[in-house]
């Protein structure tokens, strides 16, 4: 409980000080508490999602449902020439990026960039949409905890990055309580969480189709990320790039 009105309150301070502040959905385990805990304090907050032609088909039907659900008017930022069908029928908003650099990428690096480059890949699809997103925003919000693998371990609640401040609000839940949170107030699961598999592993941290493998409950979070490539278990660049170089208008 503590956790919980420790993260309203960081919510709240963040809109005070920071009123063009939006908060950042995967649409993952942590990414839901984050939304629901910040919609709590302000039901109007913005939400803003970064989805990429790799992401798993269940991650854009759960966006769209989850979208409805809690009336998240979802703004998508993608690397896309159309707007997927799914997110047009359902009248998601999206906000499309050009393509041209990703297939060039493509044409440099193969069709399978994700294993050949993933940093590239994740640069072009994900981190520059980020920076696209954040734009015009004082500040956002995101649902990074600690406990998550090695490079989240140091992160601070209160990021002040170039020109943009980064709130962390759930920064020290564990898994177990985020899992917690979720049940607790009835928030449905994402349905790769709940895939069992004959070994024991699960989906535990979820990304892009490709980069995402199950793992067994006592490995770290995160490892499933990237595991055929040298950037296993590490960041897509979000959470680690400067976003945003000019000064903020700080309050
Ligand atoms: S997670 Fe994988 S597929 Fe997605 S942007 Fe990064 S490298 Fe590309």
Known sequence: MDKIAHA???VAEAIKKYPN???ACSFGKDSMVTVDIARKVSPDIPIFAVMTRHKPRETFEYLVEMDKK???NTLVYMVADEVPAILKENNIQVKLLPTAGFNKAMEQYSEQIYLTNPDECCKLLKVDPTRAAVE?????????RNTEGRIRENYEEVEHK????KYNPILT???EEIFGYLKDN???LHPWYEMEFPDGKKYRSLGCAPCTKPIFPDEPERVGRWQETSKCGGECGIHTQILKASKAKFI
């Open 173 to 175: 839940f564990t898994e």
């Open 136 to 144: 015009n925003m004082d500040a956002w919000i995101a649902g990074l």
């Open 21 to 23: 502040v939006a908060v």
């Open 8 to 10: 309203k309150e960081l």
């Open 70 to 72: 809690m009336a998240l």
């Open 162 to 165: 170039g020109g943009l401040v």
């Open 186 to 188: 009835n928030i449905k």
